[in-house]
């Protein structure tokens, strides 16, 4: 009789390796039937008896990025997105790039007056007339949930927010986004359909997510190169360049005397990000 074989999970708990389990997640980013198969087959096969949830993640992205680095960054994405810390600047960078991309005037970091109190606003995005607020709610470890008293709590500020702005005939119209690099509590989402606040998530809302808005528009985070460093994420967050695509007008030269890094490394960055975002013109 084969013997089970079984994941060892980053809480150090264990549970038993499910080949379907990993496919439906790959077909989930968009991957065709016979390739999540194909690389499903391709994980089970080489694993042993007992293998760690990290080093599945890091063969079935290797084997993708094989076939398409696409689907490879599509996979990371999720856990990407939870990399973009410890603090979550990096995530406010981010959210602020999104919208950058959406064509708005973004600010970080901004304060606004409300009819109460001062808040400090993770994000600033300014279009015409519409202003939009955004609380960012980063979590290091992205399968926990974002809850219902994060989202009450920027419910209550827009609304000190909207009172100032009535009252002094700010004509403008402010909207508060809630961004968060996991998923949302049903309690967070049942309250906002009474509610005039957005929420922005992982798989929130179905047709307009963090997820399918950085596949379509490519807007993946400098996270899910698989050749990026921690001391150079640092280096790339303070220069403020946290998409991949701000990285295709460097070449090895460039980031080997802007960052301090080696010959080596650069030139995986430099192919890495040409492969995803190849076609692209910045």
């Known amino acids: 009789m084969q013997a089970f074989k079984k994941v060892l999970k980053r809480d150090r708990t ?14 989930q980013i968009g991957a065709g039937e016979h390739t999540a198969r194909y690389v499903c087959n391709m ?29 490879s960054a599509l ?15 990096a995530f406010e ?8 991309e959406m064509g708005y005037q973004v600010q970080t970091n901004v304060y606004l007056k409300g009819e ?18 955004s609380e960012a709610k980063y979590k290091n470890d992205f399968k926990l949930k974002t809850h219902i ?22 004509p403008r119209e402010y909207y508060m986004w809630v961004v968060t690099n996991t998923k949302f509590t049903d309690n ?21 997510n963090l997820m399918k808005l950085v596949s379509g528009k490519k807007m993946y985070p400098v996270t899910i190169l698989p050749s990026i460093t921690k001391s150079v994420l640092k280096k790339l967050a303070y220069k403020e360049l946290i998409l991949v695509k701000y990285l295709t007008r460097f070449d090895v030269d460039d980031l080997m005397k ?6 080596r490394l650069a030139r995986k960055l430099v192919l890495e990000v040409r492969e995803l975002m190849e076609g692209d013109i910045i």
């Open 14 to 27: 264990e549970e038993i390796f499910s080949k379907e389990k990993l496919c439906a997640s790959l077909t």
């Open 43 to 71: 994980i089970d096969q080489s694993i042993d008896l007992k293998i760690s949830t990290d080093e599945i993640f890091k063969r079935t992205r290797d084997y993708l990025y094989r076939i398409d680095p696409n689907l």
């Open 75 to 89: 996979y990371a994405l999720e856990r990407g997105l939870s990399t973009l810390g410890p603090s979550g600047f």
């Open 93 to 100: 960078q981010y959210i602020a790039a999104i919208f950058v």
């Open 116 to 133: 109460g109190v001062d808040h400090e606003i993770d994000v600033y995005a300014e279009k015409g007339n519409i202003i939009f607020i």
């Open 149 to 170: 008293n994060h989202v009450m709590y920027a419910d209550a500020r827009l609304q000190d927010i909207r009172r100032r702005a009535r009252r002094e005939g700010d």
């Open 188 to 208: 967070a989402i049942n309250y906002v359909a009474y509610r005039d606040i957005q929420l922005l998530g992982w798989n929130y809302p179905p047709f307009i």
């Open 258 to 263: 802007g960052f301090g890094i080696s010959h």
